[in-house]
T-cell receptor, first 109, second 114 residues
Framework: RKEVEQDPGPFNVPEGATVAFNCTYS??????FFWYRQDCRKEPKLLMS???SGNEDGRFTAQLNRASQYISLLIRDSKLSDSATYLC??????????FGAGTTVTVRA | GAGVSQSPRYKVAKRGQDVALRCDPI?????LFWYQQALGQGPEFLTY????????KSGLPSDRFFAERPEGSVSTLKIQRTQQEDSAVYLC????????????FGSGTRLTVV
């Protein structure tokens, strides 16, 4: 079983729509959580950290449920530029990022 | 430099050939990571350096893979006797504070073994 599991999608949504997706992680001792964004043929880039209390960054909202070991990302008012693969990332020891396989989002005009 | 620099950007190797991939991390970043990303998958951990010390090589898939960082800055990932299953993007990342979110990735080396 992979340490981080994600719904691969794809999620195909119109501009202005809200899209949300989750990932689950297997190691209950995991201590840090992130969403990274990866554009086609590019490197992953940090989108946002995920905190236990939930956090927002503009149109993006991340939630963490430690009891159920899942993380969510919600994108409001989708833009064409939000089309990308979103990678769920967990740190379970002091240093190693563990990635999910990614959720593909396509925003259409 | 301003970011993590990797070279070459693309590499085509014949099966059985040895390859060397270079990573130049952000200046001052003591922690350096190598990841392997197959098509349609998330990056998979290969190895981790703290300065020149290789603290974790648990992700290296076989003894054909070898990584070094002799002076604690530039790192090289070497793959001996390449095989088709080695075809992937090899990503390097560095950070000042491992365990936190500030990991910066290079653009990667896309290796194709034919």
């Amino acid at each position: 079983r992979k340490e981080v599991e994600q719904d691969p999608g794809p999620f195909n949504v119109p501009e202005g729509a809200t899209v949300a997706f989750n990932c689950t992680y297997s190691n209950s001792a995991s201590q840090s959580f992130f969403w990274y964004r990866q554009d086609c043929r590019k490197e992953p880039k940090l989108l946002m950290s995920v905190y236990s209390s939930g956090n927002e960054d503009g149109r993006f909202t991340a939630q963490l449920n430690r009891a159920s070991q899942y993380i969510s990302l919600l994108i409001r008012d989708s833009k064409l530029s939000d089309s990308a693969t979103y990678l769920c990332v967990v740190i379970s020891n002091d240093y190693k990022l563990s990635f999910g396989a990614g959720t593909t989002v396509t925003v259409r005009a | 430099g301003a970011g993590v620099s990797q070279s070459p950007r693309y590499k085509v190797a014949k099966r059985g050939q040895d390859v060397a991939l270079r990573c130049d991390p952000i200046s001052g970043h003591v922690s350096l990571f190598w990841y392997q990303q197959a098509l349609g998958q998330g990056p998979e951990f290969l190895t981790y350096f703290q300065n020149e010390a290789q603290l974790d090589k648990s992700g290296l898939p076989s003894d054909r893979f070898f990584a070094e960082r002799p002076e604690g800055s530039v790192s090289t990932l070497k793959i001996q006797r390449t095989q088709q299953e080695d075809s992937a993007v090899y990503l390097c990342a560095s950070t000042l504070r491992p365990g936190y979110g500030g990991y910066t990735f290079g653009s990667g080396t896309r290796l194709t073994v034919v």
